[in-house]
């Protein structure tokens, strides 16, 4: 049970992330991640941020099967994260 509640609150972080991520490079923020920031280049940022938030959920399922603990490291890394952006978006107003 507590697996599914992790995996639930991961997939909602993701999608908070992709969200805040979107606004502030919208609202002319710039990715400070040189990988995203090339991707995002190459392919376009919409589709990257959809394909990471799928992977990334994809990638917590299978880690709360095999070591929940590091699921559970990974939540609090992304609310530090959507925190963050939330934070940037806040500032920019």
């Known amino acids: 049970m507590m697996e ?3 995996i639930v609150l991961f997939g909602a972080l993701q999608i908070g992330d992709l969200l805040t991520t979107e606004k502030i490079l919208n ?3 710039k990715e400070l991640n040189p990988v995203m920031n090339s991707l995002f280049h190459r392919f376009g940022m919409h589709k990257i941020l959809v394909s990471k938030v799928l992977l990334m959920i994809t990638f917590g399922i299978i880690l709360a099967e095999i070591l ?3 699921l559970l490291l990974l939540v609090f890394v ?3 994260v959507v925190g963050w952006n939330l934070n940037q978006i806040r500032k920019s107003k």
């Open 78 to 80: 992304y609310i530090g």
């Open 27 to 29: 609202q002319g923020g």
């Open 4 to 6: 599914l509640i992790l």
């Open 68 to 70: 929940p603990v590091a």
